[in-house]
């Protein structure tokens, strides 16, 4: 079965910095979906990127970008110019290809502060 | 406005009561998800829909109850709840294998 390991409870950057979360999978598959999404204090989960395993280049999406490093199986997210409104709870999640539509597998999350 | 909108927001409910959480999507996707979300924990897939037909059951206590009327909607029914079952429920809902999109919740607290 597939797994997603979040291993930084809690990050903290200031306002305008970069930060980088960090998250680690595993599978035996070689294609898959794999995604980052913030969930704010209103609750709502909200896709911030995503990436193809089959696509080297990593995806990015304004000031985020990920680091997917498909042999070593990281799939790190980048956020460039950190902003107030970046504060949130930051999930990592993996889908597979191609199976079951409800395989949208979930890491225990990154709760991420932001200094002013 | 979210494309899948959740009712209610939060929920208190005792452990004999029967109530039902409703998710409704927008967005013409062909797929719905009920997920739990407990703190400290992965969220964790409940029931899968696809063209209102359930694909997936991920081992859920009888006490909930799925419904799919159509495409566009999705039911939780909830009966002799136990405290244990407080969380965020979350509504996603998917078109093929793209992204999922979700709704706000239902925080459901259970005395």
């Known amino acids: 079965a597939q797994t997603v390991t979040q291993s930084q409870p809690e990050m903290s950057v200031q306002e305008a910095e970069t930060v980088t979360l960090s998250c680690t999978y595993d599978?035996?598959?070689?294609?898959?979906?794999l995604f980052w999404y913030k969930q704010p204090p209103s609750r709502q989960m909200i896709l911030v990127i995503r990436?193809?395993?089959?696509?080297?280049q990593n995806a990015t999406e304004n000031r985020f970008s990920v680091n997917f490093q498909k042999a070593a199986k990281s799939f790190s997210l980048k956020i460039s110019d950190s902003q107030l409104g970046d504060a949130a709870m930051y999930f990592c999640?993996?889908?597979?290809?191609?199976?079951?539509?409800?395989?949208?597998?979930f890491g225990k999350g990154t709760k991420l502060s932001v200094k002013p | 406005e979210t494309g899948v909108t959740q009712t209610p927001r939060h929920l208190v409910m005792g452990m004999t009561n029967k109530k039902s959480l409703k998710c409704e999507q927008h967005?013409?996707?062909?797929?719905m998800y009920w997920y739990k979300q407990s703190a400290k924990k992965p969220l964790e897939l409940m029931f899968v829909?696809?063209?209102?037909?359930?694909?997936e059951n991920n081992s859920v206590p009888s006490r909930f109850s799925p419904e799919c009327p159509n495409s566009s909607h999705l039911f939780l029914h909830l009966h002799t709840l136990q405290p244990e079952d407080s969380a965020l429920y979350l509504c996603?809902?998917?078109?093929?294998?793209?992204?999922?999109?979700f709704g706000q919740g239902t925080r459901l607290t259970v005395v």
């Open positions: 996603a809902s998917s078109q093929g294998q793209l992204e999922a999109f």
């Open positions: 599978t035996s598959e070689s294609d898959y979906y």
């Open positions: 990436q193809e395993a089959y696509k080297q």
């Open positions: 999640a993996y889908r597979s290809y191609g199976g079951s539509q409800g395989n949208l597998i």
């Open positions: 967005l013409g996707h062909n797929a």
């Open positions: 829909y696809n063209f209102k037909e359930q694909t």
